[in-house]
Antibody
Framework: EVQLLESGGGLVQPGGSLRLPCAASGFTFSSYAMSWVRQAPGKGPEWVSSILGSGSRTYYADSVKGRFTISRDNSKNTLYLQMNSLRAEDTAVYYCAKDHSPSPNGIWGFDSWGQGTLVTVSS | EIVMTQSPLSLPVTPGEPASISCRSS???????????LDWYLQKPGQSPQLLIYLGSNRASGVPDRFSGSGSGSDFTLEISRVEAEDVGVYFCMQALQIPLTFGGGTKVEIK
């Protein structure tokens, strides 16, 4: 059974940093692209960032480019999101999500989501 | 950026009756290899989104066969043949053809 477990969320001041890990199990982690999707309170999901299974390519939404960094450690089956220069508008539940295709190229969509971790940016 | 437009915004349904949700994209989601890069997700109250349909018309593992997806190019439909009480929640379409991946605004399905 696929399991994705995010952690690291919490309250942070504007301009601060957080690192979100997502521990994965139940599948061959290095074979799948992984992504972060966030959902602000009362809003729909917003794609944030993705990384291919090999880690060779990364993709970012314009709203986080230059501030957030996605990475993965395939030896530890763990996905990360380093978030710097946080803003109030980054407040959301952050989900990690597994791609539904083992294709080495590109992002296909998400067949498994974690339970999410809440990030609140406020002074 | 590909803009995804869903309708209706809200859908009151009667258990046992069919339901249909539309999703339109500002650009074709049909890739040259024949795949439509359109997924449907359901977010039940208090839960994470779950995949229902991928690549336009493929039911995800464990999804009841009362759910079906159809369409191609820029016009897609999610149909529920007979709505059950457990189907309430917000339904989202999402395109994965192009970065940034984008979601529709959502359709809230509730029981009458």
């Amino acid at each position: 059974e696929v399991q994705l477990l995010e952690s690291g969320g919490g309250l942070v001041q504007p301009g601060g940093s957080l690192r979100l890990p997502c521990a994965a199990s139940g599948f061959t982690f290095s074979s799948y692209a992984m992504s972060w999707v966030r959902q602000a309170p009362g809003k729909g999901p917003e794609w944030v960032s993705s990384i291919l299974g090999s880690g060779s390519r990364t993709y970012y939404a314009d709203s986080v480019k230059g501030r957030f960094t996605i990475s993965r450690d395939n030896s530890k089956n763990t996905l990360y999101l380093q978030m710097n220069s946080l803003r109030a508008e980054d407040t959301a539940v952050y989900y990690c999500a597994k791609d539904h295709s083992p294709s080495p190229n590109g992002i296909w969509g998400f067949d498994s989501w974690g339970q999410g971790t809440l990030v609140t940016v406020s002074s | 950026e590909i803009v995804m437009t869903q309708s209706p915004l809200s859908l009151p349904v009667t258990p046992g009756e069919p339901a249909s949700i539309s999703c339109r994209s500002s650009q074709s989601l049909l890739r040259s290899d024949g795949y439509n890069f359109l997924d449907w997700y359901l977010q039940k109250p208090g839960q994470s989104p779950q995949l229902l349909i991928y690549l336009g018309s493929n039911r995800a593992s464990g999804v009841p066969d009362r759910f079906s997806g159809s369409g191609s190019g820029s016009d897609f439909t999610l149909e529920i043949s007979r709505v059950e009480a457990e189907d309430v929640g917000v339904y989202f379409c999402m395109q994965a053809l192009q970065i940034p991946l984008t979601f529709g605004g959502g359709t809230k399905v509730e029981i009458k």
